[in-house]
T-cell receptor
Framework: AQSVTQLDSQVPVFEEAPVELRCNYS??????LFWYVQYPNQGLQLLLK??????LVKGINGFEAEFNKSQTSFHLRKPSVHISDTAEYFC???????????FGAGTRLAVHP | DTAVSQTPKYLVTQMGNDKSIKCEQN?????MYWYKQDSKKFLKIMFS???????INETVPNRFSPKSPDKAHLNLHINSLELGDSAVYFC?????????????FGSGTQLSVL
C-alpha cells in the first residue's frame, strides 16, 4: 500500500520569494507521483507529474518538482511566487493499473504582498 | 464547455433525507470517480467506474450508491443522510484509469446536512 505525507499544513511566504512544498511517499513498488492545485471553491488541477525518466519535472505556472528515490520525496518548488499562487496544493501517488490515487493532506500556500 | 460538470454546486438538506449528485464529462474518457473532501481538506476516493463497470469501491457506507448509465455520466445517490456526510464531493474523470494519467475534476458539490 502507498501513503503520502505532506510535511507542512501551511506555508506562508511573501510575494516574489521562492517556495518549497514538501512531500514524502511510502511504497513497496514503483510509483507515479503528482502535484495538484486547488484554488478556492474549485476542483483540483494537475500541476505536474512524474512517471519515469528525468527526475526533474516541470509543470504549469512555473512550478517544478524533483523526484528523489533514495529519500522517497517529491518536493514542489517555485523560484518566485505570485499572489495568485495562493491555493491548496496536494501531492498524490499511484502504483498504476486500476489502483487508486492516494492524496496527501494538502499544504495551504498563502502568498502575502 | 466545462469538461467535468457536476450539479448541484450546493446542497443543503435535513438528516434522513435522500439526495443525488449528478456528474457528466464531455472529454470522451472511459473512467470516472467520486472523491470526498472533508472539512480538513483531506481527499479520499469513494468509487471509480471504467466504461460503466465498478472498479474501485472503497469502504463507503452502503447508503452511498453510484450509478453510471453510460460512460459519460456517474451519479451519486445518498440515502438516509447523516451529519457526518457533510463534505465537498468531487467528480473526476481520466482517459482510461491506468493510474498514470491526469485526472480532470469537477468544481465540487458542497453538501451540508443539518
Amino acid at each position: 500500500a502507498q501513503s503520502v505525507t505532506q510535511l507542512d499544513s501551511q506555508v506562508p511566504v511573501f510575494e516574489e520569494a521562492p517556495v518549497e512544498l514538501r512531500c514524502n511517499y511510502s511504497s513497496s513498488v514503483s510509483v507515479y507521483l503528482f502535484w495538484y492545485v486547488q484554488y478556492p471553491n474549485q476542483g483540483l488541477q494537475l500541476l505536474l507529474k512524474y512517471l519515469s525518466g528525468s527526475t526533474l519535472v516541470k509543470g504549469i505556472n512555473g512550478f517544478e518538482a524533483e523526484f528523489n528515490k533514495s529519500q522517497t520525496s517529491f518536493h514542489l518548488r517555485k523560484p518566485s511566487v505570485h499572489i495568485s499562487d495562493t491555493a491548496e496544493y496536494f501531492c498524490a501517488v499511484s502504483s498504476g493499473g486500476y489502483n487508486k490515487l492516494i492524496f496527501g493532506a494538502g499544504t495551504r500556500l498563502a502568498v502575502h504582498p | 464547455d466545462t469538461a467535468v460538470s457536476q450539479t448541484p454546486k450546493y446542497l443543503v438538506t435535513q438528516m434522513g433525507n435522500d439526495k443525488s449528485i449528478k456528474c457528466e464529462q464531455n472529454l470522451g474518457h472511459d473512467t470516472m470517480y467520486w472523491y470526498k473532501q472533508d472539512s480538513k481538506k483531506f481527499l479520499k476516493i469513494m468509487f471509480s467506474y471504467n466504461n460503466k463497470e465498478l472498479i474501485i469501491n472503497e469502504t463507503v457506507p452502503n447508503r452511498f450508491s453510484p450509478k453510471s448509465p453510460d460512460k459519460a455520466h456517474l451519479n451519486l445517490h445518498i440515502n438516509s443522510l447523516e451529519l457526518g456526510d457533510s463534505a465537498v464531493y468531487f467528480c473526476a474523470s481520466s482517459q482510461d484509469g491506468t493510474g498514470n494519467e491526469k485526472l480532470f475534476f469537477g468544481s465540487g458539490t458542497q453538501l451540508s446536512v443539518l
